[in-house]
Nanobody, 115 residues
Framework: QVQLVESGGGLVQPGGSLKLSCQAF????????MGWYRQAPGKERELVAT???????NYADSVKGRFTISRDNAMNTVYLQMNSLKPEDTAVYYC?????????WGQGTQVTVSS
């Protein structure tokens, strides 16, 4: 069973930055797409950004130009650099990893943007 361990969430002021990390453990086969989703209170979970093993990215319109996704394939780790954070970015951020067989989720990390 693949385990995703996230870190890097916290409280930040508007305009600030945070970097999220997610490392996958015990993956028996190659991880293909890795990415980040988020869920704000009372809202559905939504895509933030994804990155394929070949380097193709997909970003939500709301984060384009502010967030950057990257990954270290050797370490099975995906990162999300978040700049110019806004209060509406407040949510629980979930890491996702996909193989050809399954999709896995992390436990979530809270990001709060508030003054």
């Amino acid at each position: 069973q693949v385990q995703l361990v996230e870190s890097g969430g916290g409280l930040v002021q508007p305009g600030g930055s945070l970097k999220l990390s997610c490392q996958a453990f015990r993956s028996p086969i190659r991880l293909n797409t890795m990415g980040w989703y988020r869920q704000a209170p009372g809202k559905e979970r939504e895509l933030v950004a994804t990155l394929t093993r070949d380097g193709d990215t997909n970003y939500a319109d709301s984060v384009k130009g502010r967030f950057t996704i990257s990954r270290d394939n050797a370490m099975n780790t995906v990162y999300l650099q978040m700049n110019s954070l806004k209060p509406e970015d407040t949510a629980v951020y979930y890491c996702q990893a996909r193989t050809i067989l399954s999709t896995y989720w992390g436990q979530g990390t809270q990001v709060t943007v508030s003054s």
